[in-house]
């Protein structure tokens, strides 16, 4: 069994910061691919940022220039750091990554997600 926990999520006013974190846990062999989504009221999920097995990213253009995903391979944790928040912001964030497990399967997993609110 493999796990995805999100946390860091919460209220924060137009213009601040908040960190995301997501730990893999369970039966981790290794991972791969390992991204953000976002999914506000009434909308799809959408990507938010991802970062490769090399440390390579890439951005949708919403997260462009705000938005930093960092992975630390030691802990199985991958992050987003966000700024410069907007309203727009406002979503729940769920962490996705790219997991082999020790029967040598490869899947990918999902968290249950975290709240951001960027309110006044």
């Known amino acids: 069994q493999v796990q995805l926990v999100e946390s860091g999520g919460g209220l924060v006013q137009p213009g601040g910061s908040l960190r995301l974190s997501c730990v893999a846990s369970?039966?981790?062999?290794?991972?791969?691919?390992m991204a953000w989504f976002r999914q506000a009221p009434g909308e799809e999920r959408d990507l938010v940022a991802t970062?490769?097995?090399?440390?390579?990213?890439n951005y949708a253009d919403s997260a462009m220039g705000r938005f930093t995903i960092s992975r630390d391979n030691a802990k199985n944790t991958v992050y987003l750091q966000m700024s410069s928040l907007k309203p727009e912001d406002t979503a729940v964030y769920y962490c996705?990554?790219?997991?082999?497990?020790?029967?040598?399967?490869?899947?990918?997993?999902w968290g249950k997600g975290t709240l951001v609110t960027v309110s006044s």
């Open positions: 996705n990554a790219e997991i082999r497990d020790y029967t040598s399967r490869t899947r990918h997993y």
């Open positions: 369970g039966s981790v062999f290794s991972i791969n691919t």
């Open positions: 970062i490769y097995s090399d440390d390579s990213t």
